[in-house]
Structures are given as C-alpha cells and as structure tokens.
C-alpha cells in the first residue's frame, strides 16, 4: 500500500479536493466542548483531532426524526417519504464509529431488511482518522485498535506534524488523484493507550454473561441511575426507534413520523393496555447491557459494544459501562474458581 | 360535520399566562375555532355559559372556593383537560406548601389573613378527574394542539413520560451540564422539544416529573455537579413541590 503524507497545514487543502467530487461530512466544533458531524461548507472548519462527536454517523443513516410517510384524510391517500442515498464522502471517522456502522447494516439487513436505512446507507465513502484515546475509550476491549483501517476507503494516521495518507480502495484512490502528496518515509507513529479496559476475553464472554443475569451489579447502578435515556441515544450500535402519527391542526391530513427511542427509557417497554415490561431500573439497565454483550453477540459471537465510551461520558450520575462489565467479569471469576 | 364541540375555559390559581398562550395561536386560532365552539372564556370574551363539553382548566385550587368550583366544572364537562403547570402538578403556587400555612397567610395578608382562607396548592387531580394533560409553563403549545386535535378526531392524547434529555439528544443538543450549567431535564418530562436547552437556558422542570423519578439518583446528580444538597431539592421544588415532598428524606 503507498503511504503518502500530509502535512497538519494542509488537511483543508484535501477537505476541498474532496469537496470538489462530493459532498463532505466531517467533525465540526459545537457548543463550549463538543463536536458534530456537518456537512462541510469551510473546509477550513472540518476538524481531525477530536475525542468523540456527540452523535455517530449513524445519525446519516438512520436519522434521529424522520417523516416515513405523509396522509391525506380527505382524499384517503398516503405518499411514502423518500430516503435518497448518502451519497457523500464522511470525511474524519473514527474506526469504532464505522465499526458500528458495520453492526447496524447486519442489525438492518438481517431478518426483516430496513428499506430506509439500505437506501441511504448506499454511495457512503469512509474517510478514517486514528485518535488518541481519552479517559472513556476502550474499543482495544472489543477489538477495535484506534488505527484499524477495516471498511474505510482512506485512512489518516495522525502524526507529530501531519498524517500518513493510504488509500485502502479503488474509490479511495479515485479521489485522491489530482493532489498531490508526497510519500511518507519516516516510520511509524507512537501507539496510544487506552485508559480503559474491560476484562472480558472475546472466548469467555457467553460465559460471564449467561451467569450475570441475577447479579447485584443491576441493583446497585439503578440507585444511580435516573432513567433519562441518554447512553441508548448517544450509542451507535443502538437502532430501537418508535413510530408515531401526527394529524395537523384542520385534520385533513398529517404524518406518520419515527425517531429514535431506548430501552432505558419507560414508555419504550410499555405497551397497549399500560403493562410495563420492564418496570424497574435495574431490569432496564441489565436489558441495555445484555443487548451489547449477550443477545447479539450469542447471535454473531462479537460485543455490539465498539467501546466509542459514549454511554458513560454523557451519564450525568457517572455510570460507567466499564465498571459494570467489569464487575459482571470479577464475580465470575470469583465463581469460577471456587471449588465446587 | 355534526355538532361541533363547546369548548369552556377556566382559570384558578395562577398568572393566566397559559390562557394567554393560547390567545397567542395567530396561526391556528381560525383552524381552532372551524372545530370547536368557545361559549366560556373569562380572559377573552363576555358571557358564561352552563353547558360545555370540553372545558380547559388553567391553575390550581389554593381556597375553598376553588374545590367547590372545579366540582362544578367537572359536573358539567365530558372532558376535563388541566392546563399547564399549576394545574398539572401545582406547579410554582406549590412552594408555599413547604411552608407552614399560617406563616404564608401572616407573610401574604398580615393583619387581613383571616379574611382569606387558604389552602395548599393542589393539582386538579388530587380533588377531580383528569382526563388529560397540557404540561408546561405556560402550557407547551405544541402539546395543546396534539391534545386538541386528538379530541377532535376521538383519539386518546399521548403523554409523553420520557425525559427532556431524548428531545435534547434527537436534537444534538450540547448538553447543559457540559456547558457547566445545572439541569433538571433527566427527570422532566418531555413534550416541550427541549424548548429551553436548545436556546442556551436550562431545564427547571416545568413540566413535572417522569412517572417513577429517582429522585435520589437526581439529588446524587445535582450535587455532583456542585449544588449543596439543599439546594438541588429546592431546585426540584420549584415546580414539582407536590411530588418532591415526601421523597426528601
């Protein structure tokens, strides 16, 4: 693979040669501390050096609120939403991100496919960037190295100065012609270290799971936790959604809209007739971490947890998922040694 | 169309800033009107009327006036919607329950307190049925005309029982705390499309409690983030002092 090298004072430079082909999505600085994927419109404003954005990618794919289909209650007709491919280049990921985005297109694709989601998935060009991790990361866990380069099309690996440039497709080296690079020659960059670590060997996880159903874990984080949904809707491998119609304010028509929802959330495992299936915290909490390292993963045998450590730094009441794992893998451990 | 519904709106304790807020629908008052028809309307129109069918019931009861009077509403109404917080959940007036009643009346009227019998504030529900909810203060637009068309159409108005967080995270709303501010939204429930936070404010929670709040869990929250304990309940307190109390331990 020919590495070429780009200097730091030169990334808008290729955000604008990008930009020339498609159009480009990339981080940009929002609010006092946080960062967002936009479609880029300076490219002087896309940002590389980032920890986390707030939302992932997905967010293109599948969108937080979108309008499936409008009605007429006169005419008694309906017209089907259009879902138009991305389409765009997104410019800055980094590999848990699209290493989520790998899990929702088996998420969406197996069983029933998702339409909406397939369409827009399609004409997706992946630009990746290798990050430093922060006090929250921990995909080394789950077996995403901050320089894994799977599925992208290019990748940037962040040096002192600049970024080792590689095209890792056909369509990657389309669109790096007409710039020119020149080759990288001085080795390679420092490794990051995680912080964080979940002790949880891929091999032993259907193990600790399956015995963590009834552990004091659930209990003790429900004391903590107020329920407010934030760590289902930040996370990128979560997919659950609710549907609900609007009828405009003349009633002769309206919308049958979805957004996304969570099962931290109670109005999600409630259903007709106001039965709760999950009336408390602590079987909330234990349903949202078996959905990331028990149901689909029997499934696929991998956590449907890339390790971004979203969920914990957005808890207000600093529940870390981490902690929660490794806890699940202490008790275990215990267990397991214990003669019988 | 059959008959169109009558429509009566009353108000009890409280700023009338929701009835006001209604008057503010320029845009939709006509649509409004081509289903319903207004016959009671203190804030807006002359005229009483003894029969309704959907009466809109702003504030909430402090005297024994009011009780007597939110009866006779609810004799007359088929449906009975509380409108906003001080009918919801008693909103603000409720503060003064965390004080002795004596002391608010002497603080009130003085001398004169004995010419003004009062009582805690109190939510419509605690004294008649509730059929349905326009949370918020003032009332959520937004959410008055979900519950309105809903009657309209004979269907049954959802309440939301999520937290403002989901509005603010569907909107990719920084969120308060990291902006270094404090928020209720966790516990608050949605409906109000995170009105406040996505403007630069913070939530005060306005529009009551989730169904089931951790209210310990909050406190935990509120005091990580730098508030004495004291003041994170007085913070909850602000709208929600009905709730709250007999939580605090």
């Known amino acids: 693979m020919v590495q070429l090298f780009l200097e730091s004072d030169r990334v808008a430079e290729l955000v604008a040669h990008l930009m020339k082909q498609k159009s480009v999505f990339a981080p940009h600085a929002k609010g006092r501390k946080s960062f967002a994927f936009e479609e880029v419109k300076d490219p002087s404003a896309a940002v590389l050096d980032y920890p986390r954005v707030m939302h992932s990618i997905r967010k293109f794919f599948f969108p937080p609120q979108e309008t499936l289909m409008t009605f007429d209650l006169k005419e008694n007709t309906c017209s089907v939403a259009e879902t138009p491919a991305a389409d765009a280049i997104f410019f800055g990921v980094h590999s848990y991100d699209l290493g989520a985005v790998h899990r929702l297109d088996y998420n969406f694709s197996e069983g029933n496919p998702e339409k909406n989601y397939i369409a827009r998935r399609q004409g997706a060009v992946f630009v990746g960037v290798s990050y430093k991790p922060d006090e929250f990361h921990f995909s080394g866990s789950v077996g995403i190295d901050p320089y894994d380069t799977a599925g992208f099309d290019i990748f940037l690996t962040k040096l002192l100065d600049g970024y080792i440039v590689e095209a890792l497709t056909p369509v990657g080296e389309g669109l790096l012609d007409g710039i020119e690079l020149p080759a990288h020659e001085a080795g390679k960059p420092a490794r990051g270290h995680f912080q964080q670590h979940i002790y949880l060997p891929q091999a032993k996880l259907g193990q600790v799971m399956d015995g963590s159903y009834q552990n004091e874990v659930w209990d003790d984080t429900a004391k903590k936790c107020v329920g407010c949904g934030t760590c289902n809707l930040v996370c990128p491998t979560c997919y659950c959604f609710t549907v609900e119609d609007e009828v405009n304010v003349q009633v002769t028509g309206g919308s049958r809209d979805r957004r996304w929802d969570g099962c931290m959330l109670r109005d999600f495992s409630a259903v007709a007739g106001g039965e709760v299936f999950r009336e408390t915290l602590a079987e909330r909490q234990r349903h949202r971490v078996f959905r990331k390292f028990k149901y689909i993963s029997d499934e696929t045998g991998q956590p449907w947890c890339v390790g971004c450590g979203r969920c914990t730094a957005c808890c207000t009441a600093g529940i870390s998922i981490v902690n929660i794992i490794n806890r699940l893998v202490g008790d275990y451990e215990k267990v397991a040694v214990t003669p019988i | ?249």
């Open chain 2, 1 to 249: 169309m059959a008959d169109k519904p009558r429509v009566a709106i009353f108000d009890f304790t409280g700023c009338e800033g929701c009835e006001l807020n209604q008057l503010n629908f320029e845009d939709q008052l006509l649509d409004i009107l081509a289903h319903v028809d207004i016959v009671e309307w203190r804030e807006a129109m002359d005229g009483h009327a003894d029969e309704y069918d959907i009466a809109f019931v702003e504030g909430s009861l402090s005297t024994p006036d009011c009780i007597q009077r939110i009866h006779e509403v609810r004799r007359k109404a088929k449906v009975l919607v509380a409108l906003g917080a001080c009918a919801v959940q008693g909103g603000v007036n409720a503060v003064k329950n965390t004080h002795p009643i004596d002391e608010v009346r002497e603080e009130v009227y003085g001398q004169d307190k004995y010419l003004f019998p009062t009582l805690p504030a109190l939510p419509l529900s605690s004294v008649v049925k509730v059929d349905y909810n326009v949370r918020g203060c003032p009332m959520t637009q937004i959410e008055f005309l979900k519950v309105f068309t809903s009657l309209v159409m004979g269907k049954e108005p959802v309440e939301p029982e999520h937290s403002v967080c989901v509005e603010c995270k569907l909107k990719e709303n920084e969120c308060v705390f990291e902006r270094g501010m404090i928020c209720l939204g966790p516990v608050i429930r949605a409906g109000c499309d995170a009105q406040c936070p996505s403007v630069g404010q913070y939530c005060t929670g306005c529009r009551g409690l989730v169904p089931e709040p951790n209210l310990e869990g909050m406190e935990e929250i509120l005091v990580s983030h730098g508030l004495s304990v004291d003041e994170a309940w007085k913070r909850l307190e602000l709208y929600n002092a009905n709730e709250v109390e007999g939580v605090r331990s």
